[in-house]
Every structure is written in C-alpha cells, then in structure tokens.
C-alpha cells in the first residue's frame, strides 16, 4: 500500500491506538515512513487529512459492509442479517476506533457530522433487513438499535466482550 491510501490506514491504527490527539503529523510520518512532502501532496493540510480520514473510515468500516452484504446472492434477509454481524464481528478494529472516532466526535463538529451520518446509515440497514425479516416497522426500529447498541456498547467493556460472545448475545436478541 503506498501513498494516500498508506497515510489513511496509518490514520485510523493511530487513532484508534491513542485516539484523536494522537493524530499529529510527526507520529503520521513516523507510521509511514513517508515524507511531510507526500502527505501535502495527497491532503491539504492536516484538516483536509481528517476530512479525508473520516470519509476512509466511513467507507472502510460501513460502506463496504453495505455492499458486500447487498451484494451476497443467495441470502435471503435473514441471511443477509447474519452475514452482516459476521463481517462486522470477525473485525477486531472498529471496537477500539468506534470509541476513538466518538470520543473524536465530541469535540470536532465535522467528525460529529460524519459519525451522525453513519449511524443513521448504519440503523436504517439493519431496519431494512429486519424488515425484509418480517419485523414489523416499530420492532424492526427496536431490534435495529439494541443490536447496534449491543455492538457499540460491547466495544467500551474492559475486557472487550469477545465477537463469539457478542454473536451469542445479537442472536438472543434476534430469536
């Protein structure tokens, strides 16, 4: 992985090691390996990196489950629903980054823009797929958030809850 695409995978193993703080230049550099001239070439400055970043993470850690899942042939919802929590839980990442980009959100109206925006897309996924389950609108909303919250709230816990415990726990809540 060279260039832009080094800098953003750098970004979000910082962030989610040391948080937002830690989102400095000389530690990106250090990371990389890479010159300050080809992070200036790739962003404009260390507020368009952010920008950058959290659109990176946006994609990596939302997007692509999206299609992957809306893409499985042969799935029916319910399907689709499991192969979701499998994608996301198989992950170890997003727990630490999840609570770094939050913590990153109160503070930064931008990053507070962008992780809105991602659990509304987050939420109304897994609605769909409850729905297209046979939920009802009202049960389908419910189930959407206590999972969510199920997720969420599992990557705060020290120990983190291990992703086998967290499947045991979303299928209790499904059954």
């Known amino acids: 992985m060279a260039g832009k695409g080094?800098?953003?995978?750098?970004?979000?193993?910082?962030?989610?090691?040391?948080?937002?703080?830690?989102?400095?230049?000389?530690?990106?550099?250090?990371?990389?390996?890479?010159?300050?001239?080809?992070?200036?070439?790739?962003?404009?400055?260390?507020?368009?990196?952010?920008?950058?970043?959290?659109?990176?993470?946006?994609?990596?850690h939302t997007m692509r489950y999206l299609r992957e899942v809306t893409a499985a042939e042969g799935l029916d919802a319910r399907g689709r629903l499991e192969l979701l929590l499998d994608l996301v839980l198989q992950d170890d990442e997003p727990a630490r980054l999840e609570t770094a980009i939050r913590s990153w959100a109160i503070?930064?109206?931008?990053?507070?823009?962008?992780?809105?925006?991602?659990?509304?897309?987050?939420?109304?996924?897994?609605?769909?797929?409850l729905r297209e389950s046979g939920y009802?609108?009202?049960?389908?909303?419910?189930?959407?958030?206590?999972?969510?919250?199920?997720?969420?709230?599992?990557s705060n816990m020290l120990p983190v809850v291990p992703p086998e415990e967290l499947r045991i726990l979303a299928e209790r809540v499904l059954s």
């Open 136 to 154: 009802g609108e009202t049960d389908a909303i419910q189930t959407a958030r206590i999972l969510y919250l199920l997720v969420l709230g599992a």
């Open 6 to 60: 080094l800098w953003l995978a750098s970004g979000l193993a910082i962030l989610g090691a040391t948080g937002p703080a830690g989102l400095t230049l000389d530690r990106l550099v250090a990371a990389t390996g890479l010159t300050t001239g080809s992070f200036y070439h790739h962003f404009a400055g260390i507020s368009g990196y952010k920008a950058d970043l959290l659109e990176h993470f946006e994609e990596v």
């Open 107 to 129: 503070d930064d109206p931008a990053a507070a823009e962008v992780k809105q925006r991602i659990d509304a897309v987050r939420l109304g996924f897994l609605r769909k797929l």
